[in-house]
């Protein structure tokens, strides 16, 4: 009984606290130090922005006020010497005498002579008209090579003078409606451009932008000229075939160089002509209208 009441009177102390706690709250507490740290600087900082930002825009403000007052004094100032020399000037009207340029008088034209620039062929213009009318009779079609071995229409004839003595040996032309026919033509073309000129100095080149086109040209000139492959090919005098306008292009210039004289054919099926081409003195291009190009005449047409 007595050792029972001895255990309830000894009053029982608070366990203690663990090593893990103190440094948990002891690092708490370094962090609120530190934060309240930062947040004085950042107060401070804050106050000082204030101020500089206060005092700036005053400045700022009564710096452009300045400015803007200075200019418009300045401005006035010009304005008004503007004016007092405007009046100053004599602004009574002077009477100009304007004479006629020799440009404005109208000029006289012998009887018989064309305004436009005569063409290279007409010294010889009996003689391809000649040839032309030669065409249009029976065919020899065992004559010696580059001479045209097929007949030429009227019509067909017509177009080939016109693109000698009107369009100058440089032009286009309608297509004829097929690509044999068109050969033909440029075949004629060769044969009189290879009378004037010779075999040696003239050389066809031919545009067609695919295989089958070229075969077809290649054929037919060689059909209508009595020619043979050795005539055709890079290597070959007479007449050669390009794909591309480039390659075409700097055959031409080198041709030139040498002080040969290029023929450039263009297949109707060309639907672009390279700028280049056309400083050329002889070339001839064929064009097809919408309805030749859409239904493809051009390719299935055989020779």
């Not at 106050?47 to 300045?66: K, V």
């Not at 404005?104 to 000649?130: C, K, R, V, Y």
């Not at 451009?193 to 031919?206: F, I, N, P, R, S």
């Not at 290597?235 to 794909?243: D, Y």
Request: aromatic letters at 6%; glycine letters at 6%; hydrophobic letters at 40%.
């Amino acid at each position: 009984m007595t050792s029972s009441n001895s255990e309830a009177s000894t009053p029982r102390t608070p366990p203690a606290a663990s090593p893990a706690a103190d440094v948990f709250l002891s690092e708490l507490l370094e962090r609120r130090q530190r934060l309240l740290t930062e947040i004085n600087t950042l107060e401070q900082r804050r106050n000082r922005l204030q101020e500089d930002i206060h005092r700036h825009f005053a400045g700022t403000c009564d710096e452009l006020s300045h400015r803007v007052r200075g200019f418009q004094e300045y401005l006035v100032g010009a304005l008004q010497e503007l004016s007092d020399r405007a009046q100053d000037l004599e602004l009574t009207p002077r009477k100009v005498m304007v004479q006629p340029s020799p440009l404005d008088q109208p000029t006289t034209t012998a009887p018989g002579q064309s305004t436009s620039a005569a063409s290279p062929f007409l010294a010889d213009e009996p003689l391809i008209e000649d040839m032309i009318r030669g065409f249009q009779d029976t065919p020899d079609f065992y004559g010696p090579p580059w001479r045209l071995r097929r007949h030429l229409d009227a019509s067909h004839g017509a177009l080939l003078s016109n693109w000698l003595f009107q369009q100058q040996g440089r032009g286009a032309q309608n297509s004829l409606g097929s690509r044999s026919r068109n050969v033909l033509l440029g075949a004629a073309a060769i044969a009189v451009l290879t009378e004037l000129y010779g075999e040696d100095q003239l050389q066809t080149l031919v545009l067609a932008s695919t295989p089958e086109r070229l075969g077809q040209w290649r054929r037919g000139l060689q059909d209508s000229l009595g020619l043979t492959r050795e005539d055709f090919g890079p290597g070959a005098n007479g007449i050669s075939l390009f794909e591309r306008p480039d390659a075409l292009i700097e055959r031409a210039d080198r041709l030139e160089s040498q002080d040969g004289l290029p023929l450039i054919l263009v297949d109707a099926a060309e639907q672009v002509i390279d700028i280049p081409i056309l400083q050329f003195p002889l070339w001839l291009a064929f064009a097809a209208d919408a309805h030749e190009l859409s239904m493809d005449n051009l390719d299935s047409d055989p020779l």
